[in-house]
């Protein structure tokens, strides 16, 4: 009955391009194998959203800003400073989850929503220092876990009143059931650029 519950509630915001997924998700949660699932539209929906952009915009301001203060040469020195900025300054990017609106009428709300880890990788960065530009590859790999916390029924987010949640919870968290919840990992490249004027 639970699995009825999870299925059916969770079908009813799942349309679109990406409602297989949570399909597939239920489908491995049901399996009890934990693991990581990913899968080629889960990537893509991370590449594609719009809180990915978000993250190249900063990115490309970032070593922008860099470039400028140093007049177009960077050292290795200098990647890390960007990179560490990003990660833990006071202008640090936000991890890029599934979190606007229409996340939840295409189930990536349900399925993934949240970004535990985020992992940035700085493939190639070419300077033009004649007409003072850049452009570059940068490798995203985010991680989630299909699973509930006690803070995702126990707090403010009325979760808990939704029968969806609810069987969800009980299935993964009632020792005679205990569904094991498993990582979600999304792969993906996007290109950088912009100018250092």
């Given at each position: 009955?639970?699995?009825?519950?999870?299925?059916?509630?969770?079908?009813?915001?799942?349309?679109?391009?990406?409602?297989?997924?949570?399909?597939?998700?239920?489908?491995?949660?049901?399996?009890?194998?934990?693991?990581?699932?990913?899968?080629?539209?889960?990537?893509?929906?991370?590449?594609?959203?719009?809180?990915?952009?978000?993250?190249?915009?900063?990115?490309?301001?970032?070593?922008?800003?860099?470039?400028?203060?140093?007049?177009?040469?960077?050292?290795?020195?200098?990647?890390?400073?960007?990179?560490?900025?990003?990660?833990?300054?006071?202008?640090?990017?936000?991890?890029?989850?599934?979190?606007?609106?229409?996340?939840?009428?295409?189930?990536?709300?349900?399925?993934?929503?949240?970004?535990?880890?985020?992992?940035?990788?700085?493939?190639?960065?070419?300077?033009?220092?004649?007409n003072r530009t850049f452009n570059g590859v940068v490798l995203f790999k985010a991680q989630d876990h299909f699973g509930l916390n006690v803070d995702d029924v126990n707090?403010?987010?009325?979760?808990?009143?939704?029968?969806?949640?609810?069987?969800?919870?009980?299935?993964?968290?009632?020792?005679?059931?205990?569904?094991?919840?498993?990582?979600?990992?999304?792969?993906?490249?996007?290109?950088?650029?912009?100018?250092?004027?």
């Amino acid at each position: 009955d639970h699995f009825v519950n999870f299925r059916l509630f969770a079908s009813s915001v799942s349309w679109g391009e990406y409602g297989s997924l949570t399909k597939m998700m239920i489908d491995r949660f049901e399996q009890n194998i934990g693991g990581k699932f990913t899968h080629p539209l889960l990537d893509q929906a991370a590449k594609s959203h719009k809180n990915t952009d978000a993250v190249v915009d900063k990115i490309s301001d970032a070593i922008s800003a860099e470039l400028k203060k140093k007049s177009g040469e960077l050292e290795d020195k200098d990647i890390k400073k960007i990179w560490n900025n990003l990660a833990t300054g006071k202008n640090s990017i936000h991890l890029p989850g599934f979190d606007t609106t229409p996340d939840w009428f295409n189930g990536l709300g349900i399925t993934v929503h949240g970004i535990w880890s985020l992992q940035l990788t700085l493939h190639n960065l070419s300077i033009d220092l004649v007409n003072r530009t850049f452009n570059g590859v940068v490798l995203f790999k985010a991680q989630d876990h299909f699973g509930l916390n006690v803070d995702d029924v126990n707090g403010d987010k009325y979760f808990e009143f939704l029968r969806l949640f609810r069987s969800w919870f009980i299935l993964q968290r009632y020792k005679g059931f205990g569904y094991k919840p498993f990582i979600t990992e999304m792969n993906h490249t996007r290109k950088i650029s912009g100018d250092f004027r």
